[in-house]
C-alpha cells in the first residue's frame, strides 16, 4: 500500500508527468529531496512502470481499430504467442478465458488494410482454429488506471 502522500504524488504525475520536483512539493508540503526519494521508491517498488507520451493513432493514419478474437491451436499456443507479439499491428496482446484464449488490438489505416492483414498475414503465418474481428465505431471510455 502506498501512502497519501504517495498518492498524491502519483495523482500529480498521471495528470502530468513532467511536473517540476519542486512544484509537487510545493503542492504536497514536503522538501525536493522528500519528493525525489518518494517518487524513486514508487518505480523500484513498481508502482510506478514508466513515463511515456501517449499517441493519437488517428493523426499518424491509422483510423482502423480492430479487436481480434483468436482460438489458437492448444498445442501450439505458446509459438502462437511469440508470433503474435512480432506482429506491429497489434498494440496490445491478452490472454483469456473462453473459447478465443487471445483477444489483440489493432490498429490499421483503413478496412481494406485490415482485410489484406488478416488474409496475407495473419491466417498465413499463424496457426489459427478459430477467430472474429471486431472494428471499433466510436469509443465511449479510453483511459488508465487513475488512483
Partial sequence: MVSKKDELIISILQDRARTPISEIAK???LSENGVRYRIEKL???GYIKNYTVLLDPKKFGKSTFAIFNLEMEPKRTKDSIEKLMQIDEFIKIYQTTGQYSIKALGLFKDEEELTTFINNH???EIPIRNYSVEIIT???KDSIYHI
Avoid: T
Wanted: hydrophobic share 35%; no cysteine.
Fill in 43 to 45: 518505480e523500484k517498488q
Fill in 122 to 124: 495473419l491466417l498465413y
Fill in 138 to 140: 466510436k469509443s465511449i
Fill in 27 to 29: 503542492k504536497i508540503g
